[in-house]
């Protein structure tokens, strides 16, 4: 079989979805944080840990935390609500709003494997984290 093999598995998996929302909400007040490998200014939670490992997203956790000291906009909003919106043609756009609602940056994402729901993450005191976390 070998890489063809391999492959039709992992479709067959990705189909799947990674995760439910009734998962996700079981996580609140977590304690362990961990630190983004590499801005090490930023965490995340134990709930956001298990949705890059679930989604393969650790992209995500990526584009968030590399963006905070490069956009002036986005560093300025003490709280700030990140949404990732997946389209039926897999492309996606990742918005980032301030606690107001207000978009303060955006970026089109020409092909993602993540779950079509998408998903919304916080981000607050350095740390991006589950709503329900909050």
């Known amino acids: 079989m070998g890489a063809q093999g ?6 067959k998996a990705s189909m799947k979805a990674p995760f439910t929302p009734h998962e996700l909400a079981q996580f609140t ?11 090490s ?11 890059a490992d679930r989604a393969g997203a650790y992209w995500l956790l990526d ?3 590399l963006i905070q000291p490069c956009q002036k ?7 700030q609500v990140w949404k990732l919106q ?5 492309s996606a756009q990742l918005v980032c709003e301030g ?8 970026r089109a ?4 494997d993540f779950p079509a729901e998408g998903i919304t993450l916080w981000f607050a005191d350095r740390t991006i984290l589950l709503p329900s976390e909050y």
């Open 6 to 11: 391999h492959s039709s598995r992992r479709d």
């Open 29 to 39: 007040g977590t304690e362990k944080r961990y630190r983004h490998r590499i801005n």
């Open 41 to 51: 200014e930023v965490l995340f939670t134990e709930g956001v840990k298990y949705v």
């Open 63 to 65: 584009e968030i935390a």
């Open 73 to 79: 906009r986005v560093a300025a909003e003490i709280f």
């Open 86 to 90: 997946v389209n039926a043609s897999r």
């Open 99 to 106: 606690g107001d609602g207000n978009v303060v940056y955006t």
């Open 109 to 112: 994402i020409r092909l993602t």
